[in-house]
C-alpha cells in the first residue's frame, strides 16, 4: 500500500507600494521585489526574475544536501553560481515568447566524499527531487550545470 502526503499549502501576502515593487510577506519574512532604477523601479530589491533565479539556487542547495544525507554522503562548502539570459523581448515588444529563459547554467563548487555512480546518483536524486528545478526544466529551461568537486 503507497501512503501518500498531503500536500504542502505555500501561502504569502503582498502589497504593491508603486508599480514596481513588492513587499512579499512570507511567514515572519519580508521580500522586497523591485526594478533597478534603469528599469523604472527603485532597486531596493531583487527583480522578480532575480528571484526566480535564486529560488532555483536556494532549491538546489536544501534538496542537495537533504539527498546527501539521505544518501550518507557529506557535502561541504557548498557554493552555486547561477546565470541566466531573459529574452526581453516579451515584455518591450509583446511578442509570445514560449520561454522568455531559454537557459540557465548553475555553477556547483563542493566538497564531497562520494565519486562516481554515488556522485551521479546524488545528481539523478536533486533532479528528480528539486520542485523549484523541475517546474522549470518542464516549462522547457535548459539548465545546464558544471560540477567543480573536491575530495573531502
Known sequence: MTVRSKPLTLSLSAQ?????RTDVRIRDH???CDEPAARGGTD????????LI???AGCTNVILNRVAEMQGARIEGLSIEARAELDTRGIREGLDLALPIPRVE???DLATDVWGEALDSLKTELHKRCPVSRVLR?????????WHVRAL
Open 106 to 108: 548553475l555553477t556547483l
Open 138 to 146: 518542464e516549462a522547457g529551461v535548459d539548465i545546464v550545470e558544471d
Open 16 to 20: 504593491c507600494p508603486s508599480h514596481a
Open 44 to 51: 531596493q530589491g531583487a527583480a522578480p526574475v532575480e528571484v
Open 30 to 32: 519580508t521580500l522586497i
Open 54 to 56: 535564486a529560488s532555483l
